[in-house]
């Protein structure tokens, strides 16, 4: 098969790389995958003979075992890797690390990195597709993208079946630690180019310290006056050590302020939800009695996170040319 | 009729250009009941039986075919769609595209399951369309209902329901509607 | 021209700067000094004769701020190859900066870096460390360095955070004719910052490092100088705050003086979006409004000096993820066309004031005065730099003299080319080449 490798790689490194188009294909691509991942046996047979590799130098088991399980659905071939116990622990450079690792003919990197712009310098580097799981405080492409996928679902729902092409209209509240939280950043982008309208509620510690050019509708340190009007509720984990970096004054208060607790939970919409990006830290961001009630879609976003990135993975190894959600993609097939 | 306009258009700016109508709406029609029919007589009946359209041209046939033979049974005979583009075997080769087109809501265990195209030619859409069934559970045993078959084959697949044998050049095309069936060519306008 | 001289080389066909404007001249050189300057003169018999035609005939450049990292990091730079890239920048002399290992503290370092210098392309001076080991505790022997020669003291790679150690160094060292410089740069401020904070750094999710990190420290910085009286020289200044407290400073007759790099007057925060850590540098790279801050300052004689920062660092450490690489850009080899793109091609200064921000005046800031910064006339050391404006050189890094090849500029086309440069009447580059 390696005579017919795709000329043409793409990388998924960024929201910002993806028009609101692209986002759509990605999403519509995952519903194939998410019916796949319904299924007695849950696996096809498509990227047989591919290998995609996992290389963490950031701890981070569910993302990891997130597209594990993707790249296993698709039947490719997973490697991982580690930092700790690995050559990078004998000093070996990031540069030299990949490169060894593309050099054994590995299809796709799945990188996730302490340091910002990381997948970007790999991607530089070697001819593998490289995905972005989460670079420092930069991005989160593939969060992104489920987040987004499980809002869709919601509007679905309310639609009673047909899921939308995109979240228009939609209104986001993202709470929490924002300024050092890649999942926000990719989640802001991502609802932003599909038409959601995008809040954000943190004190201004954990806001961003420049926020020009986001496509945000406001960024405030009041959660109860946004509340009522909100579809969808993203609480950030909070990072402890903000604590001690002098950012917020105790969890008390961070909680008291901005917590969602079940008296707030009942001010919400009627049919809004909850989401966050886990692990959740129980009694902090989110009460226990909210993270179990129907408004939470944190175990939704789990499942929904291994058909993207089961769609991630088959669009990057996908063959030059092909569109998914054109019609030519079907039509070129002579029949 | 949305087929052929989307059929009309390709990537590469090629047209289809029909050449000659071997099959007007009404030969399509009744050559669906006389599938019905046989895969009544070959399978005693319609208990267990379960029709498959393929995505996307054995879809319309499909539907068509699971509402002749319950009219016919007097009794619903279960309808699915299956969507075989991820367990093609040239993936790598070409653009596929997977739809969400799979409905099946039955466990296949022990059914016959019709699987229903609209043009049989190299096989190897329905070998992995085989290889998808295999997924939905063990199939008592699998037919193969076809509209056309314009042979070239290129895997040991044989059909067991024909609506109608034609002898086809490779470089020409096939197209099958509720309308009939055209054959033409693939020209640059 | 009866006398024979050594050495003999005319610099013909060239526009010769001077404060006031340049002149169409030749020059002739010899015995290391400028022998004389006339509209055309005759080459005397066995002289070397340089074309300049088409090109500026000026002062070779004086750099206050390079990083030859000779004792300790050879492989990024040595004292040799650090001069070499110095010459084929058009510089004639530069200043060592301290930061080495050992760091430059004692008389002893101080000696060992001269003698590594004796056989250097240009004249290398060497500053002194503030605090022993740059490690912020202790005064260094300011006398006895001072003794030596040395005249600008620093600790630069880091600021003096603690206020009162600065104070008694300004106090100690008042009378002995030395300058101290800083590097502004308030290490609680600046803490795990490794870009300029901003909108850039916000939509990067790269931690910033504030502007006020850099003005905090210059305020307390000026503060000090107008207590103690002690003459203060500011380091790579990056932002327009800043300027703003330079310029009041200036005003209120501080004897300060400041400069700024080619990158801080070229390139933007806007360049870490690549992620490369080719544009990790301290100060970081400012905004757009900071860019434009600066050249004003260049424009209004409020700056004194460009100087390089020129800080080499090997490949394998700047392909390092961008929080572990460590900060620093090459310089030497482009300064002058940078400065000139930022400066003179769009009209902010003329090439006379162009010279005498990168020559005349860190000359006089480093000392150098007396050998170095022109002006270019007869009986002075003939320190000249021949520069094309016209010509145009693509920044290839694997072709740069320097050890390292961590330029910004690298893949970009610059205008100008130094074509000659002659170091006390040596061409120690002809046509574009280092001659030993």
Redesign the interface.
Known sequence: ?SG???AARRHLLSI?DLKRDELVELL??A??????VD???P?????RGRTVATLFFEASTRTRLSFETAAKR?SADTMSFGASGSSMGKGE???DTVETLDAMGIDVMVVR??????P??VARWVRAAVVNAG?????HPTQALLDCFTLREVLAERAGGQAPEDLDGLKVAIVGDV??S?VA?SDVLALAALGAEVHLVAPATLL???????PIAGAGAELDELLGEMDAVYLLRLQLERMSAGLLPSLREYAARFGLDAERALRMKEGAVVLHPGPMNRGVEIDASVASSPRARVTRQVRNGVAVRMAVL?HL???A?????S????????? | MATTERRTARADGRVFRSRAVVMDGADVRRALVRIAHEVIERNHGTDGLVVVGLHAGGVPPARQLAGLLSEIAGREVPFGTLDAALYRDDVTLRPVLPQAATHLDHDLTGKVVVLVDDVLFTGRTVRAALDALADFGRARAVQLAVMVDRGHRELPIRPDFVGKNLPTRLDELVEVSEEGVVIGDLVTP | MSARIAGAVVVRGGEVVSATGTRRADVLVGDGIVQTIEESLEAPSGALVLDAGGCLVAPALVDLHTHLREPGAEQAETVESGSRAAALGGYSAVVAMPNTTPAIDCASVVRDVRALAETALVDVAVAGAITVGRAGERLVPFAELAGLGVRLFTDDGTGVQDAALLRRALEYAGDLGVILAEHCEDASLAKGGLMHEGSWSSRLGVPGQPALAEEAMLARDLALVRLTGTPMHFLHLSTAGSMRLFAAARAEGLPVTAEVTPHHLSLTDAELASFDPLFKVNPPLRGEDDVAALRRACADGLIDAIATDHAPHPQEAKEAPLEDAPPGMLGLETALSVAWEALVAPGHVSAARLFSLLSGQPARIAGLESSHGGPIAPGRPAQLCVFDPAERVLVEPERLASRSANTPFAGRSLTGKVRHTLVHGEPVVIDGKAQR
């Open positions: 098969m017919v490798r795709p910002a519509a691509l519903d194939s995958f998410a019916e796949v299924r007695p046996i696996k096809v047979p498509t990227l698709l450079s990031l540069r990195h302490h340091s910002a712009g990381a970007h310098q670079d420092g405080q930069h991005e300024r050092h890649r950043r961003p310290c420049a926020l020009e050019g986001w088959f190894l996908e063959p040319g092909s569109t998914p959600g019609p030519e993609g079907l039509a070129g097939v002579a029949r």
